[in-house]
């Protein structure tokens, strides 16, 4: 999909993120959260969400969980129950309704 | 133009198409989700039979686990042996395409106290495992870490394996199947962890905070770990027990553990069979799974496991050597998705070769193995290098450096406690005294390291004090190193018993 051009705003997009494997330690234990993201110009994706989850979500150690623009290794990013792999990693266009998963592979979290 | 421009478009979607929405390399059908190597993307079905077809194929590969035996799987909560415990049950089930036979059982070991987890925390991981094993049918056993500080000293003795290493695999299949039928199984469960006082704990947190850096503090939780994995297998009679590791666990293990100096035990520490204890076989099937594969399965077939916080948990990378290897080998697996598997790999092909092995049979009574096994990590000692070798010449530069300390003991005394005799009425003194003969607290320490491989010499020289160690460490140490003593007492009067026990 093209990106939109113009003016037409996206509108919010409902996401559900999990976290797993030891990662939901760095947001307090939580495991699920549902969150919805603010319309903007252009569609919502991966990179983005990640520095939308740095921003909103995560509670403290930013470094273990994102290293430059993507995942800190080590950590797997599953887009609705399939590998990010095969989406386009970080190009992948959030839709509503998607969910998002992260589980840390690192001893201990 | 256009032509051309089109050529160029075609290219393109071509090339990028298959990444959106490949489908399935084996079934070619189904949509892919797990891209399991590169350019090897399963479909959902097709990855579960990919991943439990591993497993069985790894066991009856290797032909170590016996139908009817009883295993003891050491489930740690974590992704990797929940994944196990969940592989086994499957295989066990009636519906299993081909059944596994042996009889487990699962081990739990709670490190809360030594993490430093409230007792509620630990009650309610404690609580979340119970309802998945009670699940499992199979008897389960919760450990605290505390019991650790009362075992009895003959854990770090290898005990001779209990019936005889069969020629061949149909004999000892014929063995176990006899006996399987004598024994019922008795559903002994453990339901509630023994209540752990608070004193224990504290005991225990001592133990561990008494070695300085985080390295040390990992590797001496490990051994304890062992030791009482090892002493529940055997109270509990059973033969085998399974590890979760996964490959890439064990890839960042066999590079934790040359940086570590256990070069000559990497070997047995990274294997599929391990049989450092004898009696107890530890066997790690899981080996063949990558820690991505093992995070797959769980989340696609709501396999649960409890995150429990380890010793490095929120760590940085420079934490601790094994923290670190851990990033260096995650991270090259970005760019070259082949690392794991060729560290693996590599691990597969390592053998030890026992320099110092007698030729004779007589290996499995237990008192001949106390010379040549270390007294933490029960591997075959490395220390004994030759004159002229690095490992040497640290020690000599050591030896000097300490003595320009302290300048007082007489380097005399530092190098050659282990070897000197004392006189007999020290000997009889040092029961009561709790120490080794000579009085001397550095003496103490040379005596202990004398009966440890390098790696856990460099483990225990990070700790502040030997005394620090669990009693039965320091019971077998004195024991051992009586031993050594007295034999070097009645050396002279002794015939000709050297290595080569040439029969009198």
Known sequence: MLPACGDNMAAPVRIILEFGGGAELLFDGMKKHHVTLAGQEQPWDIKQLLVWIQRNLLKERPELFVQGDSVRPGILVLINDADWELMGELEYQLQDQDNIVFISTLHGG | MCQVDEEYHDHITRHDA??????????????????????????????????????????????????????????????????????????????????????????????????GLSMEERQKTVTLLQTVFKDTGFPFYIVPLEQVLDLPTSVLVAMPPSHRPSDTYKAAVHHFLQSDSSVCVTSAEQENMASVETSHTLALQRVLSSAQTLTARDELLSTLRQHLLVHKARTEGYSKLMMGDSCTRLAVKLLTSISLGRGAQVAQDTGFSDSRYGDIITVRPMRDYTAKEIAFYNHLFNVSSVATPTLDTKAGDKASIQRLTESFVTKLQVNFPSTVSTIYRTSEKLQTTHRNTPPNQNRDTPPDQHGDA????????????EKASAFQATLISEELSVLKLHDAPTPNQQRSASVAPCSSSDCGRETNDGRCCSSDQDAAVTDFRALLCYSCQRTVKEMSSVKSLPLYIQSEAQLRHRRIQMKEQIHDFLLEDDDDDDDD
């Open chain 2, 18 to 115: 298959p990444r959106a929405s490949t489908s399935c390399v084996k079934c070619k059908e189904a949509c892919a989700a797990v891209v399991v190597r590169v350019g090897d993307a399963y479909c959902r079905i097709c990855f579960k039979e990919f991943f439990t077809h591993k497993f069985r194929a790894m066991l009856g590969k290797t032909r170590l686990v016996f139908p009817g035996e009883k295993v003891l799987l050491a489930v740690s909560g974590g992704p990797s042996s929940s994944s196990m415990l969940a592989l086994v049950q499957e295989g066990l089930s009636q519906k299993a395409h081909k059944k596994l036979r042996f009889t487990p059982g699962i081990v739990y070991i709670d490190e809360g106290g030594a993490v």
């Open chain 2, 374 to 385: 270390c007294l933490l990590c029960m591997c075959t000692m490395d220390a004994s290098a």
